[in-house]
């Protein structure tokens, strides 16, 4: 078997005020695997993907396409992983959209048509082509999104993970993400409630509560066991609920 | 919530709009010096400036009323300092308030100084209003990394420019979730205490998200310095306005020392 492109051992971590947030996390995602995190709110989730950038300092070992994450590498590990935060508002802190998706590619030292190129590249794969000159400010939230993304995907990272990608979104535009994140050749590592987008978009998913993972499976078996997502603060997909209902 | 943006009209189509933006910006700050280095008490040096923001407000074709409300919103902060002037400045009392053996004297000399002062503001302000009506705020901000300003301020500015509006929509958000409990009535002691605690809160959410648009930009490798790209150019029309107004500044104050000393 390959090595795994995110590995997480024993990772735990303690909040400055004293409460624990990890507590001891395993498991590991293979390259080109589409995995979800969920958990209720409080589960560590948000946490974990902080400490896997290095931006909290947890205990444990975490490596990312190969770097072993300490001080001295998290450059390296956040070149891999792109992380696309659940506020768009944060990720677009640049006065225009082309600026914003060319700020990682700039940073990464890349020439200046490469970098117009990954810019075009990013902004067309999420539905945006041609959006260069607009504010942030300006756009849809489901814009801002899909921005957002197009900030990551521009630094090709070799992972990317989202948190909560559908929270606030109408329909529409989250249908839309449900097509678009298929398509995007990464690892996948989408954190969230949407249960049922997770469903159509991971095969695998991983279960946290209070700071362990209490189940790892194929979706289609994890999402579809009532007991355990109800001892968990999680309900039934609802594509699924309404299959039993059938039944 | 959608607010008004500074450079509203900026996305117009006409000959100034289509000037470089460094070129308007120097041209910006060579009105303001023409303006401000006009000897005291003299208006007539004043007055090749204001045909010349005119003209320029003409071309741009920008509603006067717009030009006005942002004079307005600007015109308190040296309003407070102008209206002390003529009760302040020595000179030939044109009004006099006895209140016991207190006397307050309005002077000439503290008119026309007052006078003096808030035409020079309202140049310096009409100019400054203008470059905002036909550039955009992103133009300007990048014209000033050419001009050689130094990064730390561009970069302020642009974090003011992109975040003021997403702070003033949570502002007006948490102002909102107060009105719809208290109706916007209520003991003012109360509501002197949830202002206290509104601004508190927007504090505090503005320390969590500078945190995470910090983490946003580590994410994406940022090391401390910013890169950016540079799309603007000077053009033949562009020196050719840039000097002009620069030489009809040098000119007014020139004339402006030569005759007055």
């Known amino acids: 078997m390959a090595e795994p492109v995110l590995e997480l051992q ?5 909040y400055p005020t004293g409460a624990e947030a990890l507590r001891g996390v395993t498991f590991s995602v293979q390259a080109g695997e589409r995995v979800g995190l969920v958990g209720p709110n409080g589960a560590g989730k948000s946490t974990l993907l902080l400490a896997m950038a290095g931006f909290v300092s947890a205990q444990g070992k975490i490596r990312v396409a190969g770097h072993h994450l300490t001080r001295g590498t998290a450059r390296d590990v956040r070149r891999h992983l792109g992380l696309v935060f659940q506020d768009a508002d944060d990720q677009l802190f640049m006065p225009r959209v082309g600026d914003d998706v060319a700020f990682g590619p700039v940073t990464m030292g890349l020439a200046p048509e490469e970098v117009e190129c990954r810019v075009t590249e990013a902004l067309a794969a999420v539905g945006l082509a041609g959006c260069e000159a607009r504010e942030p400010y300006h756009l849809s939230v489901g814009e801002k999104r899909r921005a957002a993304l197009a900030t990551v995907l521009a630094m090709r990272p070799q992972i990317l993970a989202l948190d909560e990608p559908s929270a606030n979104l109408d329909p529409r535009g989250r249908r839309m993400l449900i097509e678009l994140l298929p398509g995007l050749s990464n690892t996948l590592l989408l954190i969230g409630h949407d249960l049922d987008m997770i469903l159509q978009v991971c095969g695998r998913t991983v279960v946290m509560d209070a700071g362990r993972v209490v189940a790892d499976g194929p979706s289609a078996q994890v999402l579809a066991d009532r007991a355990l997502l109800e001892a968990h603060g999680l309900e039934l997909p609802l594509s699924l609920a309404a299959g039993n209902c059938g039944a | 919530m959608h607010h008004r943006m500074l450079d509203h009209f900026a996305g117009g189509e006409t000959a100034v709009h289509r000037l470089d933006p460094a070129a308007k910006t120097v041209a910006l700050l060579a009105a303001v010096l023409a303006t401000v280095l006009v000897g005291r008490d003299r208006f007539l040096p004043l007055l090749p400036t204001a045909v010349a923001l005119a003209a320029y407000h003409a071309l741009a074709r920008a509603p006067v009323w717009y030009v006005a409300k942002r004079l307005l919103v600007v015109s308190p902060f040296a309003a407070a300092i102008i ?13 006099t308030l006895a209140l016991g053996t207190w006397t307050i004297e309005v002077t000439a000399e503290g008119l026309l100084r007052a006078g003096h002062l808030a035409a020079k503001f309202l140049l ?17 901000l990048q014209a000033l990394e050419r001009l050689r300003v130094p990064r730390v301020f561009v970069v302020q500015l642009a974090f003011l420019y992109r975040y003021l509006w997403v ?11 107060r009105a719809a409990r208290d109706g916007g009535a209520g003991p003012w002691r109360v509501r002197f205490q949830s202002s206290v605690g509104v601004v508190g809160v927007l504090f505090l959410r503005t320390y969590d998200r500078a945190e995470r648009i910090y983490w946003a930009m580590t994410a994406r490798g940022f ?9 603007q150019h000077m053009h033949r029309k562009d020196w050719v306005f840039v000097v002009a107004v620069c030489a009809a500044g040098v000119a007014v104050v020139v004339w402006d020392r030569a005759f007055y000393g």
Not at chain 2, 83 to 95: A, D, I, M, N, Q
């Open chain 2, 223 to 231: 090391d401390g310095t910013l890169h950016g790209t540079t799309r």
């Open chain 1, 10 to 14: 024993d990772v735990r971590y303690r």
């Open chain 2, 83 to 95: 209206v002390l002037f003529p009760f302040l400045e020595p000179g030939r009392p044109v009004w």
């Open chain 2, 167 to 177: 702070l003033l929509d949570e502002g007006m958000r948490l102002r909102m979730a």
């Open chain 2, 124 to 140: 310096c302000a009409w100019a400054t209003v203008l470059l905002l009506a036909t550039t955009r705020f992103q133009d300007v």
